[in-house]
């Protein structure tokens, strides 16, 4: 699980520890596992938030790990086109290569330890597909991708791209040395990741030796998420036990403490987890299929703009290639209402 590394995590500049007089410890409300499953034309998935209250995620409606899978030679898997209203994607790649494309004339390829930070807004349609080299040769693909909801004031957006390069990302250390965190989005401890982001929100991908434990400064307004993307270890002071494709939702405080497991399986060096969390948006969420608004009547709307074409085009270089249906290449349906 390369993503990005360094040789000797010391060099970086290290995170602050919280105090522990003022920045009580995150408990942990709730550990769930995330189910497998197919997405776009066959790529296997973890639902990452499957049971998960939405009030519990907000400002986040969806997050799919993908893969980790080694493919064959011919066997690496895309979507089709489909459309988007109301929301942001955000496709971050440990292993492997994806290529996008979109109505809009966005896009490019993203591999390891890169972002692609696609703001939907009013309306876009939407490709992810390997590249022809990953196609012929096969290999290892591995990636997240997370939906972050806009609030009501943005949901007609322009549309937008951010690339985030792995160079931009920015690396930070633990105090000790023992762990690697890399900021995507947000801050931490004062150190600004690369995300430009609607809502306010913090994204990390933390690597922890063998052993090693790690405490964060978190924001209090924001909620707090741990998943597990590789490895087995612990969270929260209590060491509530997280495996790989387990989801730990945390309650109030100051601090999120994680810490990895002395022995770990042989596929893994080290414990691997996403660390996310935003300023609740608090407004209903109407969702289903590709588009997260407020109202059903929104909803419906979204689904007429885009059988009308208003959500745009397939460029001429793909007018062969037949668009999804708005319900393909998506989440499960689910119309919750959050307060």
Do not use: C
């Amino acid at each position: 699980m390369p993503a990005v590394t360094v040789v000797n995590p010391l060099a970086l500049p290290r995170v602050p520890r919280p105090n522990p007089l003022t920045d009580a410890d995150r408990p942990v409300l709730s550990v769930t596992t995330a189910p497998k499953g197919f997405e776009g034309e066959g790529f296997p998935v973890r639902r990452a938030f499957a049971g998960v209250d939405l009030r519990a995620l907000d400002p986040f409606v969806h997050m799919d790990q993908m893969g980790e899978v080694e493919y064959g030679p011919g066997e690496p898997k895309g979507t089709a086109w489909h459309p988007h209203r109301g929301f942001e994607t955000v496709t971050y790649m440990i292993d492997g290569e994806m290529k996008h494309q979109d109505s809009h004339g966005g896009g490019g390829l993203i591999g390891g330890g890169d972002t692609q930070w696609m703001t939907a807004g009013s309306g876009i349609l939407h490709i992810e597909t390997p590249p022809e080299h990953l196609v012929v040769s096969g290999g290892l693909f591995h990636g997240i991708q997370l939906w972050v909801n806009l609030p009501r004031a943005q949901k007609f957006a322009v549309p937008r791209y951010q690339d985030i390069t792995a160079g931009k990302v920015a690396l930070l250390s633990s105090p000790d040395g023992g762990a690697l965190i890399r900021v995507i989005a947000g801050e931490l401890g004062g150190h600004p990741g690369p995300g430009s982001t609607y809502t306010p929100i913090t994204l990390l991908h933390v690597t922890l030796a063998p052993g090693a434990s790690l405490t964060l400064p978190w924001r209090r307004d924001f909620n707090a998420l741990v998943y597990a993307l590789g490895g087995n270890g612990t969270v929260g002071t209590e060491g509530r036990p997280l495996r790989s494709g387990q989801l730990a939702v945390l309650g109030d405080g100051g601090a999120i403490t994680i810490g990895a497991d002395a022995h770990q399986d042989s596929r893994t060096s080290g414990f691997d987890v996403f660390v996310l969390g935003g300023e609740p948006i608090r407004e209903p969420v109407a969702a289903y299929g590709p588009f997260v608004m407020n109202t059903r009547a929104e909803l419906l709307q979204a689904f007429e703009d885009y059988q009308a074409g208003r959500l745009g085009a397939i460029p001429a270089a793909h007018a062969d290639v037949d668009a999804a249906t708005p319900d393909a290449a998506t989440p499960d349906a689910a119309t919750p209402d959050a307060e």
